[in-house]
């Protein structure tokens, strides 16, 4: 069964220096939440602000990595306690990337859903890394609407379905 366990950003940090396929540690979070399995960590998951400025609105968090060691439901399960952490937080939204080579699977069963195509090949500007550290794939941009929106005295819910 799996067990979420809040985490400092130094021992989520750790996970994915040790398990993460192709990304390093972040710099800083809003928060970091671990999934245990058995006692033992299998997963972490850590947002905060989006990495891009024009999505940084303040109402906005950005999944920055999400690292399991493969355990069965982990990343679905972290994805969907991160959208529930930031919707008590009071945010309106919700996003993450993957490579265009990843399916999605864990953010779809999590209820995110896939906008298109995002981000280029390559950093570019003055803060590009001097070495390339990442896969040079386009990404893809997950996204899951956290707050209910009234249109015309209709509340409606994230997924679009009327509620009272």
Known sequence: MLRLKPLSLREANEY??????????VVGHKFSIGCEAGGNLV??????????????????????????DGTRNACSFLYAAAARAAAAMGYD???????????GASLRAAGWTCQGQAGG???TGDRKPAVQQYPAQMK???????RKEVYNGVCTSPEGSESG
């Open 93 to 103: 939204k919700i996003i993450t990337y993957t490579l265009e080579s990843e399916n």
């Open 43 to 68: 997963g972490v998951v850590i947002a905060g602000r989006p990495v891009s400025r024009f999505l940084d609105d303040g109402h906005t968090l950005e999944v920055t990595r999400l690292c399991t």
């Open 140 to 146: 893809l941009r997950y996204e899951k609407k956290l």
């Open 121 to 123: 090949l390559h950093w």
């Open 16 to 25: 994915v220096r040790q398990h993460h396929r192709h990304h390093k540690a």
